[in-house]
């Protein structure tokens, strides 16, 4: 009794955390293991979809034939992978942990000890999301939000600045929740900010209840 609801749809996920160069041997990363990307990636194809997923460095692997895995690296190479696949998919969902910011000069030689503090300078990455949000056309697109106070107001912030159809709210110091575990507990708000809480579950069942919502959603006046 297998549901098929995502039948002929193309979904794109974006999971991981994105390696920021410092020099040949050193980068700024997150805490991201991949685990809510690489979920939802499976829990797409279960339901029938054809599925695209951009991940950062990780440990996963995917084991279902559907998955198309794109390996990238930094935010910049994230954004240029999504982009690619943008134009092509039904549903697109941001569950990577995506750098701000990104070491301004990246040294082309391991960087040798000096005398005294190291002052680095960090330049903005693209906001890959708010990208996308500005050329939607029929894409359903869900963000993430990883927040460590009042993470529904910053959610509702996010939901409504980046034109996006949904996001998923993940505060991340609830125990069992968020970087790393093998749970979490989310809160996923529509467009019309109706906000649905996900108890604290799997991050494959997590993943299977924001499909629920997103086809719901789906079959709205849309
Ligand atoms: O990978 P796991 O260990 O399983 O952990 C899962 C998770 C905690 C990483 C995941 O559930 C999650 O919350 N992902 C979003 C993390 C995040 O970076 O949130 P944010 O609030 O900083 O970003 C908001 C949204 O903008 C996200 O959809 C993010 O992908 C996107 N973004 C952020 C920065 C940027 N330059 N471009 C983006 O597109």
Request: hydrophobic fraction near 35%; glycine fraction near 6%; avoid cysteine.
């Amino acid at each position: 009794h297998t549901s098929h609801s995502l039948e002929g749809k193309t979904v794109l996920v974006s999971a991981g955390p994105t390696r920021e160069k410092v020099d040949p041997i050193r980068f700024f990363t997150n805490r991201s293991s991949g685990k809510m990307g690489f979920a939802i990636a499976e829990a797409a194809a279960d339901l029938g979809a054809t599925v695209n997923l951009v991940t950062g460095p990780t440990n996963q692997t995917i084991t279902h034939p559907n998955i198309n895995r794109i390996d990238v690296e930094s935010a910049e190479e994230m954004y240029e992978a999504i982009h690619r696949y943008y134009e092509n998919s039904d549903i697109v969902i941001k569950a990577a942990a995506v750098a701000d910011y990104r070491p301004k000069q990246v040294h082309e030689q391991k960087m040798k000890k000096q005398e005294g503090d190291l002052l680095l300078e960090l330049e903005r990455t693209k906001d890959i999301l708010k990208s996308l949000g500005e050329k939607k056309t029929h894409q359903f697109l869900v963000g993430f939000a990883a927040e460590t106070s009042d993470p529904i107001e910053y959610g509702l912030g996010k939901l409504r600045k980046k034109n996006l159809d949904a996001i998923v709210v993940n505060n991340v110091t609830a125990e069992g929740a968020g970087f790393g575990n093998d749970t979490n507990i989310v809160t996923y708000i529509n467009k019309d900010e109706k906000q649905i809480p996900v108890e604290l579950s799997s991050k494959k069942e997590v993943a299977n209840k924001l499909f629920q919502f997103i086809v719901h959603d789906m079959k709205g006046d849309r």
